[in-house]
């Protein structure tokens, strides 16, 4: 099994930044795969960011040149720089693994931001 852990949550105003972090524990060698979905009020959970091992990252077009992702392998660790936020960047952020390439990820429980306008 494998526990995620979300930090670093809150409320800004538009124009600022927030950095959340995420740590995963559990018995682990190796995760494939970790990454950043939301969810805003009454829409569908999206990708924010996803990075792998290897440090290969992807992002949401709404998020380029915004949103960093970056990864330590070591602490199976990884982290979202979100600057420059917009209200529309308001939501619940998962942080989100996948140990192995083709299993059912793991889930964090969440963290609020909130962007104010």
């Known amino acids: 099994q494998v526990q995620l852990v979300e930090s670093g949550g809150g409320l800004v105003p538009a124009g600022g930044a927030l950095r959340l972090s995420c740590v995963a524990s559990?018995?682990?060698?190796?995760?494939?795969?970790m990454g950043w979905y939301r969810q805003a009020p009454g829409k569908q959970r999206e990708l924010v960011a996803g990075?792998?091992?290897?440090?290969?990252?992807n992002y949401a077009d709404s998020v380029k040149g915004r949103f960093t992702i970056s990864r330590d392998n070591t602490k199976n660790k990884v982290s979202l720089q979100m600057n420059s936020l917009k209200p529309e960047d308001t939501a619940i952020y998962y942080c989100?693994?996948?140990?192995?390439?083709?299993?059912?990820?793991?889930w964090g429980r969440g963290t609020q931001v909130t962007v104010s306008s």
């Open positions: 989100t693994a996948v140990v192995i390439i083709g299993t059912t990820p793991y």
């Open positions: 559990g018995t682990i060698f190796n995760i494939h795969s």
């Open positions: 990075i792998t091992s290897g440090g290969s990252a």
